[in-house]
């Protein structure tokens, strides 16, 4: 078994034949719709140009010049699955509730220490949760440029254990992320996006 099992050769191409990439004939790099710095390939054209893009209300894009200029990822956590388990008391024992994990330095910049609640913001929605100062993330160095990423965790929304305790019901980080699908895989563009970060 080769390593690209959804080609029936089972190995990488660097030619596609008539059926294939929908961007074919050869591969190329696109920077995600949001991004904070424009393809090094060729800078006139950073996005996918047959890449899906929605038309509803919610289907803004952000950009550095409207002051989004950090790179935020959705996750997963090992003591939750998807949704599902904030209702298994003894995971909600272990996380709680939702957090913003922020690089060391990015929370410096911005006077930010753990457990201080903080806003994310896209050009689709905001998100308020507390802060997770870690070592983990670390600033990228991209095209000459200092980029700071964080990351949230996708598992809370309206209901769950600790919602129905009486606290308020949270927002889905989900509904920071742009509604963008890859025109091959078909797989939404929600790991990787532009957003503002403040003290809440």
């Known amino acids: 078994m080769g390593p690209f099992i959804m080609n029936p050769e089972g190995v990488g191409r660097i030619f596609v034949p008539l059926a294939g990439l929908a961007d074919g ?3 190329e790099h696109y920077e995600p719709i949001e991004s904070p710095v424009a393809n090094p390939l060729h800078p006139q054209q950073s996005n996918n140009p047959v890449v899906k893009r929605y038309t509803t209300g ?4 952000g950009t550095v010049e409207q002051g989004f200029t950090v790179v935020c990822t959705t996750y997963r956590l090992t003591e939750h699955y ?3 388990t904030k209702n298994n008391p003894m995971n909600v024992q272990l996380v709680p509730e939702p957090f913003v994990e922020i690089p060391n330095e990015l929370a410096g910049e911005l006077s930010i220490k753990g457990g201080d609640r903080v806003k994310v913001s896209s050009a689709r929605a905001t998100y308020i949760a507390k ?3 870690t070592h983990r993330i670390r600033p990228m ?3 000459g ?3 700071y990423q964080i990351g949230i965790p996708i598992h809370w929304g309206y209901r769950g254990i600790q919602e129905d305790e ?3 019901a949270r927002t889905a980080a989900n509904l920071l992320s742009p509604t963008v699908t890859d025109p091959n895989a078909y797989t939404p563009e929600f790991k990787g ?3 503002k970060l403040e003290k809440a």
């Open 131 to 133: 802060a997770m100062v």
């Open 141 to 143: 160095t991209i095209d």
């Open 145 to 147: 440029k200092k980029v």
């Open 166 to 168: 009486g606290k308020t």
């Open 58 to 61: 919610m289907d803004k894009y």
């Open 82 to 84: 998807h949704y599902w």
């Open 193 to 195: 996006f532009l957003v």
């Open 25 to 27: 004939p050869f591969p």
